[in-house]
């Protein structure tokens, strides 16, 4: 009888143990891996056998895990760019606005007629730039925001780049930039938003007249590419440093930044354009010899 119950009292310990090892630890581990999960370490992991149930759980746990560091490090960059894109458009339209005060101030006192017409100007045109900047954003916002999808429709691409082209001219006459639209035969029509397809052309037209200076000249040119029709804005300005060109689509980059400041530009146009671009289901590509000029290609989907 004493032997029955040593042995009965063995095999519940070796049971017990057995229990232990197979489901106590690992059970333990699993639930010592969500507390540290719930305390905010976020990158604890259950290590167990797959094979097992609790392993499995484990598993589940982690990818679990995985996705949840996964969204916050998603949600900390979208919240850096909102917090840099906030504090680089407070900076933009204090500038100009700085400006307007110290102008206005001064105008408030007696100057000398030729001053005062100087002033005034001064004024209008950082007034013009504060202008220019608030309708990017709000350009910006709506294409974000997806409130309003483009209006598609046929777009006969060829004239739309002749009217593009003949609202630049005066700007290319003043800065003695020559512009050339290559003969473009048999270009179809494309699928497209007429008035954001304008806003693209008129943004690199702007960039490739203001940037490539006296004696520039500027082509516009456009090919059809199996589906899509590829439209080309070339210029023999200073061409973009290879290692900005990843950048130059961000909102705010400018690779001179006075440069462009004094050129009256924001560093909006090119995100602008990409925003366009791809909300039309097409791309935009920029090659650039710095030095030699630059071309920057879109595509848009044939109607
Ligand atoms: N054709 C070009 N040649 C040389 N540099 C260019 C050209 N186009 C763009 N860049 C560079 O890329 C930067 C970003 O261009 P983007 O059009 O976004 O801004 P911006 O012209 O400075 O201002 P905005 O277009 O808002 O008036 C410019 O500041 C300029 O440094
Ligand atoms: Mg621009």
Same mark, same amino acid.
């Given at each position: 009888?004493?032997?029955?119950?040593?042995?009965?009292?063995?095999?519940?310990?070796?049971?017990?143990?057995?229990?232990?090892?197979?489901?106590?630890?690992?059970?333990?581990?699993?639930?010592?891996?969500?507390?540290?999960?719930?305390?905010?370490?976020?990158?604890?992991?259950?290590?167990?056998?797959?094979?097992?149930?609790?392993?499995? *759980?484990?598993?589940?746990?982690?990818?679990?895990?995985?996705?949840?560091?996964?969204?916050?490090?998603?949600?900390?960059?979208?919240?850096?760019?909102?917090?840099?894109?906030?504090?680089?458009?407070?900076?933009?339209?204090?500038?100009?606005?700085?400006?307007?005060?110290?102008?206005?101030?001064? *105008?408030?006192?007696?100057?000398?007629?030729?001053?005062?017409?100087?002033?005034?100007?001064?004024?209008?045109?950082?007034?013009?730039?504060?202008?220019?900047?608030?309708?990017?954003?709000?350009?910006?916002?709506? *294409?974000?925001?997806?409130?309003?999808?483009?209006?598609?429709?046929?777009?006969?691409?060829?004239?739309?780049?002749?009217?593009?082209?003949?609202?630049?001219?005066?700007?290319?006459?003043?800065?003695?930039?020559?512009?050339?639209?290559?003969?473009?035969?048999?270009?179809?029509?494309?699928?497209?938003?007429?008035?954001?397809?304008?806003?693209?052309?008129?943004?690199?037209?702007?960039?490739?007249?203001?940037?490539?200076?006296?004696?520039?000249?500027?082509?516009?040119?456009?090919?059809?590419?199996?589906?899509?029709?590829?439209?080309?804005?070339?210029?023999?300005?200073?061409?973009?440093?290879?290692?900005?060109?990843?950048?130059?689509?961000?909102?705010?980059?400018?690779?001179?930044?006075?440069?462009?400041?004094?050129?009256?530009?924001?560093? *909006?146009?090119?995100?602008?354009?990409?925003?366009?671009?791809?909300?039309?289901?097409?791309?935009?590509?920029?090659?650039?010899?710095?030095?030699?000029?630059?071309?920057?290609?879109?595509?848009?989907?044939?109607?």
């Amino acid at each position: 009888m004493g032997l029955f119950l040593a042995g009965a009292a063995v095999s519940a310990i070796a049971a017990f143990l057995l229990f232990h090892l197979r489901h106590a630890k690992p059970l333990a581990e699993v639930s010592s891996v969500a507390d540290r999960l719930a305390r905010g370490e976020h990158d604890a992991r259950a290590h167990l056998d797959p094979a097992t149930p609790l392993g499995r *759980l484990g598993m589940t746990i982690n990818l679990l895990a995985e996705r949840f560091q996964h969204d916050i490090s998603e949600l900390k960059r979208l919240e850096q760019v909102r917090h840099e894109f906030v504090s680089n458009a407070s900076h933009e339209l204090r500038t100009p606005l700085s400006s307007i005060k110290v102008f206005a101030e001064t *105008l408030s006192q007696p100057v000398a007629p030729a001053e005062h017409a100087e002033f005034v100007r001064e004024i209008e045109e950082n007034a013009d730039r504060m202008a220019r900047l608030v309708d990017d954003l709000l350009s910006l916002s709506a *294409l974000e925001s997806g409130k309003q999808p483009p209006n598609f429709e046929r777009v006969a691409l060829t004239e739309l780049i002749a009217k593009a082209t003949a609202t630049v001219k005066p700007l290319a006459a003043k800065k003695n930039v020559v512009l050339r639209v290559e003969a473009m035969g048999d270009v179809p029509d494309v699928r497209a938003d007429k008035g954001l397809l304008r806003q693209v052309l008129l943004n690199l037209l702007d960039n490739a007249i203001k940037y490539s200076g006296d004696k520039g000249v500027v082509r516009v040119s456009a090919a059809p590419a199996e589906t899509f029709v590829s439209v080309a804005v070339e210029d023999n300005g200073p061409g973009i440093p290879a290692e900005d060109i990843p950048r130059i689509f961000e909102r705010f980059y400018r690779v001179d930044k006075a440069r462009s400041r004094e050129q009256g530009g924001t560093g *909006l146009g090119l995100s602008i354009v990409k925003h366009i671009v791809e909300s039309h289901g097409g791309a935009v590509t920029v090659h650039s010899e710095p030095g030699r000029g630059s071309t920057f290609r879109f595509t848009l989907p044939k109607a």
